[in-house]
């Protein structure tokens, strides 16, 4: 086995847990929260499984269960669940130097340095650290690589008796949970690796980890491989401290309505590059293309479908808003069809570069104010810090409080941590 060790802490059914934080009485009532336009179920408390509610179920098909068993429902709400994750990792770097978050519920933390002994105690300690100071329910998995983190993990929430922390780092842990794990709970095998697996003749992780390597770099390549050294306690996947430079970025949505007038749909795409331009400066970042698209729905069976996209060039990279967001509108134009329902609508670009080294156009084959155009830029996100995203707009975006196709959240919960308008009030006795 390896001398390092990983561990991976999650928030436990973390979208409805922010949402009990702040609203005491959803202790032991069944929560669920929604996606994007209250489509679908997406997270779930214990007391909400235990209703049959699964993941992802549309929940048209689950209103009036919801209603009888007295579900509580919520619209998501970004702003909050994303605050709160930070807030969570900030108290995980009390604990470890070296964190990799991974999603918005789960980071990993280096615990090389911590003694064998203490890693539980330290884990307990996190745990209770976190809920005390945050509000927040979680469990932690230990191990020596990532995968065998992940494993753990798994096992801590779906084990009470261990106390919400499991240490494969222990060899007699290690041997005990790895005989009784199926190959489908390992971090990365998914339904086409399941099967690959049970043909190999596995029925737990056990029994992937004692596979010979050459067998499944056959079936499942080198990824297999690396999957098998990794249970093996040998690590193949580094701590990722630092979030890899992004490559693309994509800001799309469905629409609460359908649109069917090009108007409508200019300041959607308008918005959205709005957005994917905020996203680009954060980054320092730039784009040379952008795809815009839209499509109808699948489900408008009686109506015409039509899916469509358009890549439209820039002279040079750029993530100034008005220039992607004339790029978007123009796209629109170029590709627009009366006649159609459409549902859905987004703004993408690939192959992302870091905008102080990109190259220039030469001067007279279009080449931007990019000076001129950094200042303003600066201007408007410091304006949109300082009074909320959204306060200022280029005027072909529309204010979002007019933007009839925007993505409904009829059920959302305030922006308790983001928002002073939304604090919470005590009302004086």
């Known amino acids: 086995m390896s001398a390092r060790a990983y561990a991976l802490s ?30 679908c179920a997406v997270a779930r408390t214990s007391e909400a499984k235990a209703l049959g509610i699964r993941m992802g179920e549309p929940y048209f098909k689950i209103r009036a269960l919801c ?15 994303g605050d709160m994750s930070a807030r969570v ?68 929430k779906t084990v009470p008796e261990l106390g919400g922390v499991c240490d494969l780092t222990d060899p007699v842990q290690y041997d005990h949970w790895m005989a009784r794990i199926a190959p489908d709970e390992i971090w990365g095998v998914g339904p086409a690796n399941a099967r690959k697996l049970e043909a190999l003749g596995c029925v737990s992780a056990a029994d992937v980890r004692d596979l010979d390597t050459r067998a499944v770099r056959k079936a499942m390549t080198v990824v297999g491989e690396r ?49 994917l331009g905020e996203k680009l400066r ?49 796209g629109v134009r170029k590709v627009w069809r009366d006649g159609y329902r459409y549902a859905k609508a987004g703004v993408v670009t690939t192959d992302l570069v870091p905008l102080a080294a990109s190259q220039r156009a030469l001067p ?11 200042a303003l830029m600066a201007a408007l996100d410091a304006c949109n ?13 529309g204010l979002a409080e007019k933007r009839d196709w925007s993505t409904k959240f009829e059920m959302r919960s305030p922006r308790y941590t983001t928002r002073l308008d939304e604090l919470p009030v005590v009302a004086a006795a």
């Open 385 to 397: 810090r300082r009074f909320g995203r959204g306060a200022v707009v280029p005027a072909t975006a």
């Open 282 to 330: 954060r980054e320092g970042l730039g784009t040379d293309h952008v795809t815009v698209f839209f499509h109808t729905s699948e489900h408008d069976r009686d109506r015409p479908q039509r899916s469509v996209s358009t890549v439209v060039t820039l002279p040079e990279a750029t993530n100034d808003t008005l220039v992607l967001l004339k790029a978007a509108t123009h």
């Open 89 to 156: 990792n900030a108290v995980y770097r009390g604990f470890s130097p070296r964190i990799e978050v991974y999603s918005i519920d789960e980071s990993f933390l280096d615990l090389s340095d911590v003694r064998e002994r203490d890693r539980v105690p330290l884990a307990r300690d996190m745990r209770e650290t976190v809920r005390a100071w945050t509000g927040i329910p979680t469990c932690v998995g230990i191990g020596a690589t990532k995968t065998l983190a992940k494993l753990a993990n798994h096992v801590a």
């Open 10 to 39: 999650d928030g436990n059914s973390f979208y409805c847990s922010c949402e009990r934080v702040f609203d005491a009485r959803l202790a032991r009532v069944p929560v669920i929260v929604l996606s994007n336009n209250d489509g």
């Open 67 to 81: 209603r009888a068993q007295g579900v509580r429902v919520y619209s998501s709400n970004y702003a909050l669940y």
């Open 227 to 275: 999957l098998v050294q990794e249970l093996r306690g040998v690590p193949c996947l580094n701590l990722e401290e630092l979030a890899p430079t992004r490559k693309g970025c994509a800001v799309t949505r469905s629409f609460s309505d359908r649109v069917e007038d090009r108007a409508t749909m200019e300041q959607a795409v308008a918005a959205h590059a709005t957005r």
């Open 364 to 374: 007279g084959f279009g080449q931007l104010d990019r000076e001129h155009g950094v």
